[in-house]
């Protein structure tokens, strides 16, 4: 079962930033959090990934709260191609499989 | 580069044939692993594989389905005398390393199977 907790889906005006939640209280010390995204039919796309620290890439930022029971995926300028179910995932880096959960359909309006 | 490849991209099958799914990794990656997606449900894992050994089978059916990824050639996820129910997105990825350290998985674009 997934570790996590997403809104089922939200949101987003083109052009504007998309803050996308997720909750995960029962993480362990040793366990990271990774961010996917699935775009309609097409394999799932890794965005990133962080153990407690912020962190930003080409994509996206991700921010950890410093308790780590939650963080929260920001893209900063949103466009329609953004549209996609996004995955939380807490893992182990040495996990072999991702276990997916239901994730957050994230809509950006035109 | 080019990415993890997939083929056929779609699949149709006749009750009681047998499916043949293809995956070659990215260049220099020795690890892949098979997700499925249900219609309208969320990816699950299926098997773990390196060159010539199943590490992981966990989440695979006990009957049916096998999977195998030789020393040469693409790895195959075989599911025998199809039904309507293996009807699904089958995505293979692939990773760099496998468990004992960095093991980022690049996934495909998938093969959709049609069980008629």
């Known amino acids: 079962d997934a570790k996590t907790t997403q809104p089922t889906s939200m949101d987003c005006a083109e052009g504007r930033a998309a803050n996308l939640p997720c909750n995960h209280s029962t993480i362990s010390g040793n366990e990271y959090v990774y961010w996917y995204r699935q775009i309609h039919s097409q394999g799932p796309q890794y965005i990133i990934h962080?153990?407690?620290n912020n962190e930003t890439n080409e994509m996206a930022s991700l921010i950890i709260t410093e308790d780590r029971k939650s963080s929260t995926l920001i893209l900063p300028h949103a466009t329609l191609r953004d549209t996609a179910v996004y995955y939380c995932i807490v893992r182990q880096q040495g996990d072999d499989k991702i276990i997916f959960g239901k994730g957050t359909r994230l809509h950006i309006l035109p | 580069n080019a990415g993890v490849m997939q083929n056929p991209r779609h699949l149709v099958r006749r009750r009681g044939q047998e499916a043949r799914l293809r995956c070659s990794p990215m260049k220099g990656h020795s690890h892949v692993y098979w997700y499925r997606q249900l219609p309208e449900e969320g990816l699950k894992f299926m098997v773990y594989l390196q060159k010539e050994n199943i590490i992981d089978e966990s989440g695979m059916p006990k009957e049916r389905f096998s999977a195998e990824f030789p020393k040469e050639g693409p790895s195959i996820l075989r599911i025998q005398q199809v039904v309507r129910g293996d009807s699904a997105a089958y995505f293979c990825a692939s990773s760099l390393r496998g468990t004992a350290t960095y093991n980022e998985q690049f996934f495909g674009p998938g093969t959709r199977l049609t069980v008629l």
């Open positions: 962080g153990l407690k």
